[in-house]
């Protein structure tokens, strides 16, 4: 972990890289061709896109692949506890020193790329010398100048959930500026699959693939449906249990039941799909420790979970799951400075018994515990603050029966995972 930590900071740190967030393609075009264009040599790319559900879609998509004796890279964003989760290489995750290696490779480019645009370097520049059946990259924010969006011919586009969360990036900061900027400029010449969305995003989605020669898969070729509490992926041949522990959430089956139709259409069998879904886990999503450390300092009346949604669509899909648990529920809030943490809490009122609010640890664009306890005591939440994640459990930790969740940020579920 020390070693994930350091890399970052050696990246944060260079004179050459950029740590801001600067969109375009000129400055990563450039370096790809002083490299020789090795994204070129990867065939049946995938892209991902969207606001929320990007990794939940790929990564079950990515299963779905890997349970069909196929195989599949990918390329993650962010990282949950560890840099080289980024770089899947088909059996294994990037070393250190390939990642060092091929660092030093970008450097002699002499390009001030950002960092972002470094780490998809080294994604595509060890990717390329792959021999797999499928490359799967999740783009970073918004679709059309993220550095994902370089490859000609994909073999798919997948756009998840679109909502406000990246608006901070944009001039206007409206829907419609995200929703042009997300599909307006996806590829003419690949299959297009569109997932679940609010009757608006939809019809304003419609209108920009209006003219896109792409096959377009929207979501009304499939449904997820409720049945005696279980629920099930539908559509107009088939129809699919979705057998799982590890998944609470409406929109995480959106997410699932999306791969799923894109998996039976790369000719997955239904049998192992079903066979794939019982095993399927989701880090940092509604993610339940059952052992561990952090479960260790608990009484046993205690249950927990950390979740890293940090979005008000977000937020609003976990409210909808925390009112269906009948126990107190007390949270354990952090979230880096560019969010919106007045509209996200907004989303959680009367939800938690009590908050606690505490910084993330080792992210300098962490909020202040003191800013987000202001905005909470606005809200009418009964609010408190700690120093840092296990001073919050001492704050809240008690024989009462209830569910502790820690949310807000991927990178505090990254730290408390790996406290875990």
Not at 37 to 47: A, C, F, S, T
Not at 68 to 73: A, E, L, R, Y
Not at 110 to 131: F, R
């Amino acid at each position: 972990m020390s070693q994930s930590i350091n890399l970052y900071k050696q990246l944060l740190n260079h004179k050459l890289f950029n740590k801001s967030v600067k969109f375009g393609l000129k400055r990563i075009k450039l370096a790809l061709s002083l490299l020789g264009n090795p994204e070129r040599k990867l065939n049946n790319v995938i892209n991902v896109l969207g606001e929320s559900g990007k990794f939940t879609t790929l990564w079950a998509l990515k299963s779905f692949i890997e349970a069909n004796n196929q195989t599949v890279s990918t390329y993650i964003s962010p990282s949950l506890q560890d840099v080289r989760e980024r770089f899947y290489m088909g059996n294994r995750y990037l070393t250190y020193k390939e990642i060092k290696d091929t660092i030093k490779k970008i450097e002699k480019l002499k390009i001030p790329l950002t960092v972002y645009e470094v780490l998809t370097l080294v994604y595509i520049i060890n990717a390329s010398k792959l021999d797999v059946d499928y490359f799967i990259l999740e783009t970073g924010a918004l679709w059309k100048h993220d550095c994902s969006n370089i490859f000609d011919f994909p073999l798919a586009q997948i756009v998840t959930n679109i909502n406000l969360q990246h608006k901070i990036f944009l001039k206007k900061k409206t829907l419609n500026e995200i929703i042009k900027e997300d599909v307006g400029y996806l590829s003419h010449f690949t299959n297009i699959y569109i997932g679940k969305q609010t009757p608006y995003v939809l019809k304003k989605i419609k209108g920009h693939l209006k003219k896109n020669k792409s096959k377009i898969h929207y979501p009304k070729s499939w449904k997820l449906i409720k049945k005696n509490k279980h629920y099930y992926y539908q559509d107009k041949k088939i129809k699919i249990k979705l057998n799982t522990r590890n998944v609470h959430s409406v929109g995480m089956f959106q997410n699932i039941s999306h791969a799923i139709k894109i998996a039976l259409d790369l000719k997955i069998s239904k049998k192992i799909i079903e066979k794939t879904i019982p095993s399927l886990t989701f880090p940092g999503r509604f993610n339940y420790l059952k052992k561990g450390r952090i479960k260790k300092m608990l009484h046993k009346n205690e249950l927990i979970m950390i979740d890293g949604a940090h979005a008000p669509a977000d937020a609003l899909n976990l409210y909808n799951y925390l009112k269906t648990i009948k126990l107190p529920k007390y949270g354990i809030w952090s979230m880096t400075k560019n969010k919106e943490p007045d509209l996200f809490i907004k989303e959680l009122k009367n939800v938690f018994q009590k908050i606690v609010t505490v910084p993330i640890e080792n992210e300098n664009g962490s909020e202040s515990p003191g800013k987000l306890n202001r905005i909470a005591v606005k809200n009418k939440i009964v609010s408190d603050t700690a120093y840092n994640f296990k001073d919050a459990l001492r704050k809240i930790s008690s024989n009462e029966k209830k569910l502790i969740v820690a949310f807000g940020s991927l990178y505090a579920a990254g730290s408390i995972l790996n406290k875990n």
